[in-house]
C-alpha cells in the first residue's frame, strides 16, 4: 500500500462503512426499532396469559354451572331478581352511597 491514491481510497471505503453501520443501525428499522418490537412483543404476551387465564376461570365457571343446579339457580335469581316465596330481596344502589376513604 505504497500508493498514496491507493491508502486514500481505502480510507475512504472504511469510512463509508462505518456511516452506513451507524445509519443503518440508527435509522427507523435499527436498534431502537427491534427494542420497540421486543418491548411491544412481550406486552403482547402478558396481555395473551390473561386472556388464557380470563379464559379459564369462565371455562371453569361453566363447568360448575352445568354440574351444580344449587348453582345454576343462585345464579338465575340473582340476575333475574327472582326470589322464593317469603324470601325478602334487599338491593342497595352504590351510586347515592357516600365515598369510602
Known amino acids: 500500500m505504497k500508493n498514496p491514491a491507493l491508502k486514500t481510497a481505502?480510507?475512504?471505503t472504511v469510512l463509508?462503512?462505518?456511516?452506513y453501520a451507524f445509519?443503518?443501525?440508527?435509522?427507523?428499522?435499527?436498534?431502537p426499532a427491534l427494542l420497540a418490537?421486543?418491548?411491544l412483543v412481550a406486552e403482547y404476551e402478558q396481555q395473551n396469559q390473561q386472556i388464557m387465564r380470563?379464559?379459564?376461570q369462565k371455562?371453569?365457571?361453566i363447568e360448575r354451572l352445568e354440574n351444580n343446579p344449587l348453582e345454576q339457580e343462585m345464579v338465575i335469581r340473582q340476575q333475574l331478581k327472582l326470589a322464593k316465596p317469603g324470601e325478602k330481596i334487599y338491593i342497595y344502589d352504590d351510586a347515592n352511597a357516600p365515598a369510602k376513604k
Open 10 to 12: 481505502y480510507a475512504i
Open 16 to 19: 463509508s462503512g462505518v456511516v
Open 23 to 31: 445509519v443503518a443501525l440508527e435509522g427507523p428499522n435499527g436498534i
Open 37 to 39: 418490537k421486543r418491548h
Open 54 to 56: 380470563e379464559n379459564m
Open 59 to 61: 371455562e371453569q365457571k
